[in-house]
């Protein structure tokens, strides 16, 4: 059983900075992908970055790429995201989540989720 805890959302303005943590309890293995998600209000769930939880190499979507950093401290059992630069389309509830798969490019297959965390940005 693999469970996840996620902490750091809140209301930034336009330009600002947030640091996204999940906590992975559990069952977790050191080939899995821990990855994060997005949702926004009426828009389907939408892929963020993922990292290999052994080897941290790391996968970002385009729209990400340059303003957020995913990293993972295997010690402390946590993911993080942080994101820099935020603009209002960043605005969203962020999950966290576990593919059991290991493949680190693939942004399907991910079979444990967190609660989420809200992120808000501002103009």
């Known amino acids: 059983q693999v469970q996840l805890v996620e902490s750091g959302g809140g209301l930034v303005q336009a330009g600002g900075s947030l640091r996204l943590s999940c906590v992975v309890s559990?069952?977790?293995?050191?080939?899995?992908?821990m990855g994060w998600f997005r949702q926004a209000p009426g828009k389907e769930r939408e892929f963020v970055a993922a990292i290999s939880w052994s080897a941290g190499s790391t996968y970002y979507t385009d729209s990400v790429k340059g303003r957020v950093t995913i990293s993972r401290d295997n010690a402390k059992s946590t993911v993080s995201l942080q994101m820099n630069s935020l603009k209002p389309e960043d605005t969203a509830v962020y999950y966290c989540?576990?593919?059991?798969?290991?493949?680190?490019?693939?942004?399907?297959?991910?079979?444990?989720w967190g609660q989420g965390t809200q992120v808000t940005v501002s103009s």
């Open positions: 559990g069952r977790t293995f050191s080939h899995y992908v």
């Open positions: 989540a576990v593919n059991p798969t290991g493949i680190l490019g693939r942004t399907y297959g991910y079979g444990y």
